[in-house]
Nanobody
Framework: QLQASGGGLVQAGGSLRLSCAVS????????MGWFRQAPGKEREFVAA???????YYADSVKGRFTISRDNTKTTVYLQMSSLKPEDTAVYYC??????????????????WGQGTLVTVSS
C-alpha cells in the first residue's frame, strides 16, 4: 500500500515536500515513481527512483525536483522547489511490482497511492 501526503497551496517560487509511505514488502530494485495529473490533462511522469542512487526526471522538473528515499526504504520523497503555476496537479506515487527496465510508463506501475493535490498560485 502507498500513502501520499504533503500537498497544499504554495506561491510560485515556493517549495513543498511530498511523502509516500510504503507498507508491506518493498523492493529497492523496483522503480518507484511520482506522476501528476493536471485538470483536463493526461497523467504524466514526474520522477522515479531505483535503489537510492538511480534517479530519473521529466525534463519539465529537472533541476527543480528531487526524488529520494529514506534508509529504511519505507518512504519516498519528492522535494519540489521553484514551483510554477504549471506544476499544479494531483500528484501520485506509484510502485512497480517487478523490475521492468522502464520508469516513465505509468502502465507498468502496479501500485498507486491516493494522490495529493498541489496548487501553485501565481
Amino acid at each position: 500500500q502507498l500513502q501520499a501526503s504533503g500537498g497544499g497551496l504554495v506561491q510560485a517560487g515556493g517549495s513543498l515536500r511530498l511523502s509516500c509511505a510504503v507498507s508491506g514488502r518493498t523492493y529497492s530494485d523496483y522503480f518507484m515513481g511520482w506522476f501528476r495529473q493536471a485538470p483536463g490533462k493526461e497523467r504524466e511522469f514526474v520522477a522515479a527512483i531505483r535503489w537510492s542512487t538511480n534517479t530519473y526526471y521529466a525534463d519539465s522538473v529537472k533541476g527543480r525536483f528531487t526524488i529520494s528515499r529514506d534508509n529504511t526504504k519505507t518512504t519516498v520523497y519528492l522535494q519540489m522547489s521553484s514551483l510554477k503555476p504549471e506544476d499544479t496537479a494531483v500528484y501520485y506515487c506509484a510502485s512497480q511490482g517487478k523490475f521492468t527496465g522502464s520508469y516513465h510508463d505509468g502502465t507498468l506501475y502496479n501500485y498507486w497511492g491516493q494522490g495529493t493535490l498541489v496548487t501553485v498560485s501565481s
